[in-house]
């Protein structure tokens, strides 16, 4: 009997709307309360920030005097009474700069209001020529009225009388006792010098007990190991006190040069402007600019024409650009370490947080978070974000330009990369790991075939552009004069040691049978990607004098094995860039290649260094190569070995047959 009524349908899946886990809740949570607290207890951060920053500063002369056999606790009070003074010197100049400016400010203050309406006048006059003649309305030019700005029409009848409004009558001041007169005088002080006291107590203590604060932040970092978080903070704080020592001296000795240039242009109080300039260039990007505004409009109010003001803002422009473009990356490098981006935001962030001296201050906190992020673990995500350093790991990099199918894009990437290490440095570091990535991927299932195709042949179109680049080292080599190397970071970490290239090609120490070519065959694993890696080491080979030829994996199957041209072949090397477990299929093909060359030695390239066949010598043994190894730069290595063992036996066979 048929079923007339409607047919059931599978109830609908609904899914599940995704919560966040409790780990993002609790940081999104961590992250505004300590927004919060900075915000709320700015306070008391503010003083003991300033007191670690401070620290950093003194740091070096602590040590000097560490050295020179001083005590350290007579080292830090000598050092911080030092900083004591300065700062007192530095306020007593800008007191009397201030008050002997403050006399003449309401003159030059008038100076500059009768400039500014006499540019108003005449782009005012300007812009009445250009609307006159397109027919356009002209202002009034009817008497001014009082209380009215020129310009703005007035509301008073015609005919009615202009009266100016009666002026208030003054009201008597009420008498002043001693106490609120001294009150008055203490009270703008008292804040200032309580968070100097602040500053400075503050300071003894972080400097008495450095190593003892350090030991404590590696523990609540969570480090597991002690002693080379330990070494690695120390060497940290270390470059800091540097970078912060130096730009403390860059950024006086740029005060100095501005209060001696504006001395000799004629600006008044040259000090008080050199001093601000110096404070005000640890505010990024606008600092220059703010320092020099002030300067500029005392010398538009001392000069009835614009000269002065004009030698004035071009001093400040070619100061800053000479200290922004030699000076410093002569000091501390091209780069502090710091994204400009993160500059722009850490900025604004601090300003808000703690107003002008969070805006001074953004930048040693930045850097010091950086340098946090780059030797804590738990940390890292700082230096991510904020740091200057590539988000992608080279490898990662290449994987995803590979991804895009670009192969003008992926070789761009590899010539930069090229100027810091040899070719061989660079596939092996960089476009095997990469390749690692993809096949990894691939096995996961994530990859389809027609990604695949394409990731290949953008891989070989890249190995392809790269064969005229030669295999050589573009590093300095130990003794050369170490100016003629850039300058490293003040920041940065000391960059793991690239393997150096094998030795420059030498053709005609290869014999004959080794250059000629298919001497070596290059056969690629079963891999999808293996292709890639077969043909990085043919190429590596030829660079060295050796003949190579790529075989595809599929001429040494088991139906076509028999067919492969052997002929001049002297030595057989398979790439693999991923291998698990006991792959069967590479027994069997060692097997096979061993029946049609017999006396020709195999190697087995297994690009990752992980796999289990290169520790386990049974199984090497079981597989039957002759070499394994997990770099290209090992393979040719072995290649070059075999081709001078066979040139060594024909010399001395030479001789005896004779």
């Known amino acids: 009997m048929s079923d007339t009524g409607p047919r059931s349908r599978p109830p609908t899946s609904v899914v599940a709307a995704q919560v966040p886990g409790i780990g993002t809740l609790v940081g999104i949570v961590g992250a505004v309360v300590a927004v919060s607290g900075l915000y709320f207890a700015k306070d008391v951060l503010v003083p003991i920030t300033l007191a670690i920053l401070l620290s950093f500063v003194l740091a070096p002369l602590v040590d000097l005097l560490r050295r020179a056999w001083v005590p350290r606790g007579l080292a830090v009070v000598i050092s911080v009474v030092l900083a004591l003074g300065v700062i007192i010197l530095v306020g007593a100049i800008i007191g009397a700069q201030i008050a002997g400016l403050a006399g003449d400010l309401p003159r030059y203050t008038a100076a500059v209001q009768v400039k500014l309406v006499a540019l108003q006048d005449l782009v005012l006059g300007q812009f009445a020529s250009v609307t006159g003649g397109l027919g356009l309305p002209q202002p009034s030019d009817s008497p001014p009225v009082a209380g009215v700005p020129p310009g703005v029409p007035s509301l008073i009848p015609p005919g009615v009388p202009n009266v100016p409004p009666p002026a208030a009558a003054p009201v008597p001041a009420p008498p002043s006792s001693p106490l609120a007169v001294v009150t008055s005088i203490l009270t703008p002080i008292l804040h200032p010098l309580e968070t100097m006291a602040i500053v400075l107590v503050v300071t003894i203590f972080v400097l008495l007990q450095r190593n003892d604060l350090r030991d404590r932040l590696i523990r609540l970092a969570g480090a597991t190991d002690l002693h080379r978080t330990t070494t690695a903070l ?131 906190l930045t850097l010091c978070l950086i340098v946090l992020g780059r030797h804590v673990k738990r940390l890292e995500f700082l230096d991510v974000l904020l740091g200057d350093r590539p988000a992608l790991t080279p490898p990662e990099a290449f994987y995803q330009r590979m991804l895009g199918g670009d192969p003008d894009q992926a070789l761009d990437a590899a010539e930069a990369l090229l100027k810091e290490r040899s070719l061989s440095s660079y596939y092996d570091e960089v476009a095997l790991k990469g390749l690692q990535l993809a096949a ?41 004069d170490a100016a003629s190397s850039a300058t490293a970071s003040a920041v940065s970490a000391t960059d793991a040691p690239l393997p150096q290239a094998p030795p420059p090609p030498t053709p005609d120490a290869m014999p004959d049978a080794w250059r000629s070519p298919g001497a070596v065959l290059c056969i690629a ?112 290595s072995a290649c070059v070995a075999h081709a001078e063992a066979h040139a060594k036996e024909a010399t001395e066979v030479v001789p005896t047959a004779a």
């Not at 006190?241 to 005060?255: K, V």
């Not at 614009?306 to 000091?331: I, R, S």
């Not at 990894?440 to 680049?469: F, H």
Request: aromatic share 8%.
């Open 234 to 364: 120390g060497d940290a704080a270390s470059r800091l006190s540097r970078y912060f020592l130096a730009q403390l001296t860059i950024n006086g000795c740029f005060g100095c040069v501005v209060a001696i240039g504006l001395y000799f242009i004629g600006v008044p109080s040259p000090i008080l402007w050199g001093i601000i300039a110096a404070l005000l260039r640890f505010v990024p990007y606008i600092g220059t600019a703010l320092g020099a505004a002030l300067p500029i409009g005392i010398a538009a109010a001392i000069d009835p024409g614009w000269g002065t003001a004009l030698w004035t803002a071009a001093f400040f422009l070619a100061a800053d650009l000479v200290t922004g473009q030699v000076v410093e990356p002569l000091a501390y490098g091209h780069s502090t370490g710091i994204s400009p981006v993160a500059v722009v935001v850490a900025a604004i962030f601090w300003s808000w947080l703690w107003g002008p001296i969070g805006l001074i201050l953004s930048m040693p």
């Open 525 to 636: 694993g079963r891999g999808p990607l293996d292709e890639a890696g077969a043909a990085m080491l043919a190429q590596l080979l030829v660079k060295r004098g050796i003949g190579a030829r790529l075989v595809p994996h599929g001429d040494v199957a088991r139906d076509r094995v028999k067919s492969l041209d052997v002929t001049g072949v002297e030595m057989v090397c398979i790439a693999y860039l991923e291998v698990s477990g006991q792959p069967a299929h590479l027994r069997y093909l060692i097997r096979r290649l061993r029946a049609r060359l017999p006396k020709a030695p195999i190697l087995v390239g297994l690009w990752p260094a992980e796999a289990p066949v290169l520790a386990d010598t049974a199984l090497q043994a079981a597989f039957g190569a002759d070499h394994y190894t997990a770099s290209l730069h090992d393979a040719v």
């Open 440 to 480: 990894n991927d691939a096995e996961r299932g994530v990859l389809n075939a027609d990604l695949l195709e394409r990731l290949r042949d953008t891989a070989l179109s890249l190995v392809n552009d790269l064969s005229e680049r030669p295999d050589t080292d573009p590093r300095p080599k130990a003794g050369e």
